[in-house]
T-cell receptor, first 112, second 112 residues
């Protein structure tokens, strides 16, 4: 499978716990994006990387959210001290410079 | 800022008929648009894209029309099939980073 892979597919966590999600982009794609999608809504942009550089992070929802892409390949999204309002689908996408914008299947987070 | 919206939250069509899903955007600086299909529990699946220097683009059974004058785009699906049942999103961007702004989606239901 040469698409965008996300792990885990589902995560249930207790409020206050930290969670980390992983995204493996299409190998030749240099851009990687994180989005959040709540029920009935379209995805909402969070942050993106060009290679290992995080070029936009002002749209991260709070300082509890952080993302890394240490070697310009896979990326992780961490949410600290989770709240019930963080329950959503977290989507990763990757692209070449100007085409091939491909999404993964997402990680569904439920905070209880 | 940018806003992207869809005209109808739901659309039902008979199998074999053509479907037209509409979308409006607010920012005339938007220069790139994508249509995605999303099935339940899955990530958005790329259908077709169009740049602002084009008015029309065709794919397999799909056509996207862009009217920059009224800031409107549409997705036409020919000979709609049951497998086309899904939520359809339009998304636009206005920067080279390609941060997409999504509409809220149209649920397409194909009736037998």
């Amino acid at each position: 499978d040469t698409g965008v892979s996300q792990d885990p597919r589902h995560k249930i966590t207790k409020r206050g716990q930290n969670v980390t999600f992983r995204c493996d982009p299409i190998s030749e794609h240099n851009r990687l994006y994180w989005y959040r999608q709540t029920l009935g809504q379209g995805p909402e942009f969070l942050t993106y990387f060009q290679n290992e550089a995080q070029l936009e992070k002002s749209r991260l929802l709070s300082d509890r959210f952080s993302a890394e892409r240490p070697k310009g390949s896979f990326s992780t999204l961490e949410i600290q001290r989770t709240e019930q309002g963080d329950s959503a689908m977290y989507l990763c996408a990757s692209s070449e410079q100007n085409y091939g914008y491909t999404f993964g299947s997402g990680t569904r987070l439920t905070v209880v | 800022g940018e806003s992207v919206g869809l005209h109808l939250p739901t659309l039902s069509v008979q199998e074999g008929d053509n479907s037209i899903i509409n979308c409006a955007y607010s920012n005339s600086a938007s220069d790139y648009f994508i249509w995605y299909k999303q099935e339940s529990g899955k990530g958005p699946q790329f259908i077709i894209d169009i740049r602002s220097n084009m008015d029309k683009r065709q794919g397999q059974r799909v056509t996207v029309l862009l009217n920059k004058t009224v800031k409107h785009l549409s997705l036409q699906i020919a000979a709609t099939q049951p497998g086309d049942s899904a939520v359809y999103f339009c998304a636009g961007s206005r920067d080279s980073a390609r941060q997409l702004t999504f509409g809220s989606g149209t649920q397409l239901t194909v009736l037998p």
